[in-house]
């Protein structure tokens, strides 16, 4: 690598890459799914330069097939309302029991307070307090609930703020992180997607906390890996509260971020002028003619996967790419490793008709192909 | 899913159209299916909206919660809902029949089996919850509900109960059953939306599938844009009527796709062991209608732990039948064993009917078979193998050698001196063996319910109903 192509220097070229587009600032959800596709530059790129990737989606003609419905929002919010009433004195009550904890009162920060500008510096100020407060070996018997703190994160390079969307409860200098989610849960029973999905998200904070003890100099195992997770009970609205151990999504999570590939070797392989600009007008539509943005983004890969469609804004512009590119992804993961490396659709037909000669290394996949393509004729005539 | 079903993908997205992946209709159908299409409020755990349901297509019941949030207008609707099903589940426990068995006292068993025929998977959840959340409720005390609900609840958690249930055909996702019969050009968790499914079986892709002003959503979920512009506006405006039609709009679409989806599969021909698989919907059926006039409680929340251990095994043991079934039934699904080398298939080029093994009075026919096969076989010497041509019959593998399988019929080929007519193939014949044998296997046994040990929680407790499960909140 010479040092050339570096001299730009990859904050300013992220932002180039947004152009006067506003940025979208990331939630928990993004980094999780973010997580869950590591390979996918392009996703990578948007993501990292905070690009709106909703609004792109939308303008390529291309909108996202997420919506929410007013009927569960509501719901959603009436639960949270519901939970935190009062300074959450129905959590507490069900933390009481839940962490067995000698605690009668409670004091309440709400972060969202503070203005926006100083909420990240103000979280922390408080973290750093109450984490200070254990090792003076006071004896701490005050119990803290954060409400909306900012957290912040390092993702491949940059530092993502986090949409707050959770209480961290703090006892004696150990933190847990609390999430509400309006899902049921049935007969101790939750649906399992659902519970992955929030396990995965609570991760994120869990790493972002523990990374702002460190950077304070504090001991980054005292937010702890057991996460409450607050959901309704059965069919109605009374919260329950269950300790969700996020260990293993925490290990994923880890390693996936440090293995992602750093933006600044992905920036420096893309031509100088290349942004994804949505040019948009003083009301803040987008302008920029659709072809040229759609040609931008195809100079970057996508990792397109069928789990994508529930997860990431652009997923109907990669599956129609992906559809032009005859790209056997389109099938899913599972076709894709029984295929063991044939990439294209034409090819693997190519090579279960014998029309095409395998290449070195596909002889044993071409061999199965080709029996499956004869017992499937075999079977049909 | 194998790498022959994926050729199947592969192939169906080259050519625009899905691929069958079976010759035969693995599923029963019944003359008069029960199409139950659920909406649910979005947001909540079981909170119904609508349903449209019927045995004719022509004419659909359009069943409407016009105030969602309304508990009593709720378990109307569940009682409504009832009306329906009910009398149509009730009229089939009529007809009976009288089956032996062996050191067992004869049963009644019906003749025929309610079949309830949901879009989804979503559905069949949805049923679940529906059926947990009114099986509880009672008729009288603090908290009364109208007495077809509770059995409603208990008819509908026997129907999701079976849905899971290999093979059975008591409760049937559209989706699911098409996908066993067809591979789409897609990915699986594409083929969940019913539309594009159908559309990639009928006519091909269509982006227009997707577009839930077109296609809206089969449920049980609605669609956000429609819960925004068109819903919620008439919930509001308080006009049943207004919320009966906007629903009906999201409903129809899916009703027509599901008989669509039935005549397809009724296109197809029978399996040979589904009837087989349907009597024993039936005894299934009658035991569950025996169950509910015994006045026997509702299913309970969990089971317990010996409870739960007998329907693993039981559901383990049917999925190992079904599976072996299928292949017998279909050389389409045959070929997935033929692929791992699990089976093998060829015409015979060689036969010795009259062979014999042993000498004396213990000397037994045992004719030897020769096939020729393309297929890669991997059986070692000596495995037991069955036959789809003749069901009746074992054999065992003598010797593989190059494509040459030499097999000794040890089973099914008459006591005479030389074999039955019939039952040893002739030269020139196309058979197919493997190693995949529906024998009967026993249950584990299981401890009585009584006698749990405490490692596994001790005796469950007995169910007793109380005003807290009947009161339980349904908001």
Same mark, same amino acid.
């Given at each position: ?381 | ?11 169906? /997205?080259?050519?625009?159209? +899905? ?29 119904? /909206? ?15 919660? +016009? ?409």
């Amino acid at each position: 690598m010479t040092g050339l192509k570096r001299e730009g220097d990859p904050v300013r070229r992220l932002e180039a890459l947004r152009g006067t587009t506003p940025p979208r600032p990331h939630d928990a959800r993004a980094i999780a799914a973010l997580a869950a596709n590591p390979g996918c530059a392009r996703r990578a790129l948007m993501d990292g330069a905070g690009i709106d990737k909703d609004a792109a989606a939308r303008h390529l003609g291309f909108p996202a097939p997420f919506g929410q419905s007013p009927f569960a929002i509501t719901r959603g919010n009436m639960f949270e309302a519901l939970v935190k009433a009062d300074g959450c004195a129905e959590l507490l009550r069900m933390l009481r029991e839940l962490l067995d904890l000698p605690v009668e009162e409670v004091a309440y920060h709400d972060v969202e307070n503070v203005g926006a500008h100083l909420r990240h510096t103000h979280t922390r100020s408080l973290l750093d307090h109450a984490a200070r407060s254990t090792t003076a070996a006071e004896p701490v018997s005050a119990a803290t609930f954060y409400d909306h703190p900012l957290l912040s994160l390092s993702i491949a390079g940059h530092t993502a703020y986090l949409e707050p969307d959770l209480v961290a409860f703090q006892l004696g200098g150990r933190f847990h992180v609390v999430e509400v989610k309006s899902f049921s849960v049935i007969d101790g029973q939750a649906d399992p997607a659902a519970v992955a999905a929030a396990a995965r998200q609570a991760a994120v904070y869990v790493l972002a906390m523990r990374t702002t003890l460190e950077e304070l100099g504090h001991d980054p195992g005292l937010v702890s890996h057991d996460v409450v997770l607050v959901c309704p009970e059965n069919f109605a609205n009374r919260p329950v509260a269950t300790l969700v151990d996020v260990r293993k999504q925490l290990a994923v999570l880890r390693r996936q971020l440090t293995r992602m590939t750093t933006l600044d070797r992905l920036l420096d392989a893309l031509p100088d002028d290349l942004t994804f600009d949505l040019r948009p007008d003083d009301d803040g539509r987008p302008t920029r003619p659709v072809a040229e943005l759609a040609d931008a983004l195809s100079r970057t890969t996508a990792r397109y996967a069928p789990d994508c469609l529930s997860t990431c804004d652009m997923c109907f512009f990669c599956r129609d790419e992906a559809r032009q590119e005859g790209a056997s992804d389109l099938l899913g993961r599972q076709v894709r490793d029984e295929l063991g490396g044939v990439a294209s659709v034409a090819e693997a037909l190519g090579l279960a008709d014998g029309t095409r000669t395998p290449a070195e290394g596909q002889e044993e996949i071409a061999r199965l192909l080709r029996n499956a393509e004869r017992l499937r004729r075999e079977c049909l005539t | 899913m194998s790498l022959l079903t994926s050729l199947a993908r592969l192939r169906a /997205l080259d050519e625009g159209i +899905a691929q069958p992946v079976a010759t035969v209709r693995h599923c029963h159908l019944s003359r008069r299916p029960m199409v139950f299409i659920p909406l649910k409020l979005s947001g909540e755990a079981a909170a119904p /909206l609508a349903a449209m349901l019927g045995t004719d297509r022509d004419d659909p019941r359009l069943l409407v919660v +016009a105030q969602p949030r309304n508990r009593d207008l709720r378990f109307a609707w569940a009682a409504e809902l009832a009306g329906v099903l009910l009398p149509y589940v009730e009229a089939l426990t009529v007809d009976t029949e009288t089956v032996e068995r062996k050191n067992a006292d004869p049963y009644e068993r019906a003749v025929d089996a309610p079949q309830l025929v949901v879009p989804n998977q979503g559905g069949v959840a949805f049923t679940a919850l529906l059926g947990r959340s009114t099986r509880f409720r009672r008729a009288d005390g603090p908290y009364p509900v109208p007495g077809s609900v509770p059995l409603l609840g208990r008819w509908l958690t026997y129907f999701a109960e079976r849905a899971a249930y290999p093979g059975s055909s008591i409760m049937l996702a559209a989706t699911e059953e098409l996908g066993r019969h067809w591979a789409s050009g897609q990915s699986s968790l594409e083929d969940a939306n019913l539309a594009a499914l159908m559309s990639w079986i009928t006519t091909g892709p269509s982006d227009e599938a997707e577009d839930p002003l077109v296609w809206p959503p089969a449920g049980p979920a609605t669609d956000p844009g429609f819960d925004a512009e068109v819903l919620a506006p008439a919930i509001e405006s308080g006009s049943a009527e207004r919320v009966a039609e906007a629903l009906r709009t999201q409903l129809e679409p899916t009703w027509r796709l599901v008989w669509q989806a039935i005549d397809l599969l009724a296109a197809l021909p029978e399996g040979a062991s589904v009837a087989q698989r349907w009597e024993q919907d039936r005894g299934s059926f009658s035991g569950m209608a025996a169950h509910v006039a015994e006045g026997a409680p509702p299913q309970a929340r969990r089971d317990g732990a010996v409870a739960a251990a007998a329907r693993l095994a039981r559901m383990e043991r049917a999925q190992a039948a079904y599976d072996v079934q299928r292949a017998y039934d279909d050389p389409m699904v045959m070929a997935e064993y033929r692929l791992t080398g699990e089976a093998f298939a060829g015409e015979v080029v060689e036969t010795d009917p009259e062979n014999t093994e042993g000498e004396g009075r213990s000397r037994k026919l045992r004719p030897l078979v020769v096939v020729k096969t393309d297929d890669p076989v991997r059986l070692p010497q000596g495995t037991s193998l069955g036959t789809p041509q003749r069901r009746g019959q074992g054999a065992v593998l003598v010797a593989a050698d190059e494509g040459l399988i030499t097999v000794k019929i040890t089973k099914g080929m008459g006591r005479g001196k030389t074999a039955a007519p019939g039952s040893v193939p002739e030269v020139g014949e196309r058979v197919c063996y493997t190693s995949l044998t529906d024998d009967f296997q026993g249950s584990a046994t299981l401890p009585e319910a009584e006698a749990t040990p405490w490692t596994h929680g001790g005796p469950p407790r007995g169910y007793t109903p109380d005003d807290e499960d009947a009161q339980e909140e349904w908001s």
